[in-house]
């Protein structure tokens, strides 16, 4: 299943949101973490994960605020450097 991700999008970087969007070879679903924290950890483990075992198509994380994404806003289309270690504050 983790190949097939293509997209995880964290909807608002301007914001702290629960809210976050996984999108799939096939399939599109609109998720809702308890807390943004808990996304947060979420979205450092599953880009980990995506880095580590993943050798070809790597999913793209857009629209994730900078302090998850280790101080680098995320823009729409960027994919995320090999090895970037997420940080959430």
């Known amino acids: 299943m983790l190949e097939q991700l293509r997209q995880v999008n964290g909807i608002d970087p301007n914001r702290d949101s629960p809210e976050f969007d996984l999108l799939f070879e096939n399939a599109f679903d609109q998720w809702v973490a308890s807390t ?3 996304k947060c950890t979420f979205f450092q483990v599953l880009h980990h ?3 580590r075992y993943l050798t070809d ?3 793209e994380f857009i629209n994730c605020q900078s ?3 280790g101080g680098k806003s995320i823009e729409a289309g960027i994919l ?3 090895g970037h270690e997420m940080i959430c504050t």
Do not use: D, H, R
């Open 36 to 38: 943004a924290s808990e």
């Open 49 to 51: 994960t995506c880095q």
């Open 57 to 59: 198509k790597k999913p």
């Open 67 to 69: 302090k998850i994404m």
């Open 80 to 82: 995320c450097a090999v």
